[in-house]
């Protein structure tokens, strides 16, 4: 079957569909990740958006459950150059074809998706709807392009509840994780996964209890945390913060989500009461624009964002780089930040703008970027380390 992608500028793109069989209209945004798609999928910070992959072929190694970083997919349409129908992976559940009728989600496959990411960058992110209907009306569809907004999607995609993630058990003698974790579909589905095995082989946060603030977070954020010992309590983004103050946690994490952070006035009232606490607080992409806005500073929209696992930013305290993965159209301006508040703590070495803020005076550290992803693999890591210190006395 024929589809269509159209560009609120006018292009028009003639592709082959894939997935569910319904016309969406979203912000077309892109991502320059190789592999991954899976995990891009289940982000929920791609609430409200269609996105295009970059890389040729998408699909090879189908969709395994236990890699899916929240409970279901969230974007609004999938674009590629070719998707693979047939997938290669003894851990495979199902092909992408598939993942994408059951999880109702759009796309567009055979088109040149180079000639789409040139058009965002040099013109910037833009709408543009996915259809298979051929006789469909450009001026018909253009108003309703324009007036798309992604609008308050935290609300879409945080838990419905709180739960509780304990420390991994998998491990003996504080020595290396034993044996592997049993996927359990229901409790996934549920939202309360166990954590996954993890290349940590210390309990450095045993006896820590956390607050994970889901804004629409990556669930390999509580499971790195739970990973290195700590009891991981997630709460709904919408949980006043006098509930977590009073509620014995050691420190407190503002987790990842979607859209404009201008658009969370409620949360960012509740964050200005965590950062007037004296608790420990650690905040990644969301959460560290919205703990930026709590605090006096100001948030405005990249050209065409960074999303992708290939994203260098140096850490201005040690002089390193490290590679990170990203996903955010939405960036802290320095300019306009107050030294007495908070100062840059990592730039992007690509563009220069702010890739993290540490709080002065405060046990507060934000970051832009995804130390729970795997893009270096494992070398941003160190934050959750430097968090647990935090939390114990040991680092300022």
């Excluded at 079957?1 to 069989?21: R, S, W, Y």
């Amino acid at each position: 079957m024929k589809a269509f992608l159209i560009l609120e500028d006018g292009t028009v793109f003639e592709g082959t569909h894939i997935g569910a069989d319904r016309e969406i209209i979203s912000e077309i945004v892109f991502n320059t990740s190789m592999a991954g798609y899976l995990e891009v999928l289940t982000d929920p910070s791609y609430a409200g958006q269609a996105v295009c992959m970059t890389y040729p072929l998408i699909g090879n190694y189908g969709v395994c459950y236990d890699d899916m970083e929240s409970r279901q997919a969230w974007p609004d349409g999938f674009i590629v150059r070719e998707i693979s129908r047939v997938a290669s992976n003894f851990r495979c559940d199902c092909t992408l074809e598939e993942f994408l009728v059951q999880q109702n989600i759009p796309g567009i496959a055979g088109i040149d998706t180079r000639q789409l990411t040139r058009i965002l960058r040099e013109k910037g992110t833009m709408n543009g709807c996915i259809t298979t209907n051929e006789n469909y009306s450009f001026d018909e569809l253009l108003p309703k392009m324009k007036a798309y907004a992604t609008g308050k999607v935290v609300e879409k995609v945080t838990c419905p509840e709180k739960y509780t993630l304990a420390g991994t058990k998998n491990l003996e003698d504080n020595g290396p994780v034993s044996g592997l974790a049993v996927f359990d579909k229901d409790a996934y589905l549920a939202g309360k996964r166990e954590p996954r095995p993890s290349l940590v082989t210390e309990l450095n946060g045993a006896g820590l209890k956390v607050a994970l603030l889901d804004f629409g977070a990556k669930k390999n954020i509580a499971e790195s945390l739970a990973a290195r010992g700590c009891e991981v309590t997630v709460f709904p983004a919408n949980t006043k913060a006098e509930e977590i103050l009073n509620g014995g946690f050691d420190g407190i994490m503002l987790s990842n989500g979607p859209g404009d952070p201008k658009d969370c006035g409620p949360i960012i009232d509740e964050v200005k009461k965590l950062y007037d606490s004296d608790m420990t607080i650690f905040a990644i992409c969301l959460g560290h624009q919205l703990m930026a806005l709590a605090t006096g500073a100001d948030t405005h929209k990249l050209k065409y964002g960074h999303r992708g696992g290939n994203h260098p930013v140096k850490d201005l305290k040690t002089g390193r780089v490290y590679i990170s993965s990203q996903n955010h159209g939405y960036v802290v301006d320095t300019d306009k930040l107050d030294p007495n508040v908070a100062v840059p703590a990592f730039i992007n070495v690509n563009d220069g703008t702010n890739e993290g803020l540490a709080y002065t005076g405060k046990n507060i550290f934000t970051v832009q970027f995804h130390p729970e992803a795997c893009p270096g693999p494992q070398d941003s890591g160190y934050l959750f380390d430097r968090f647990i210190r935090m939390m114990r006395g040991e680092e300022k």
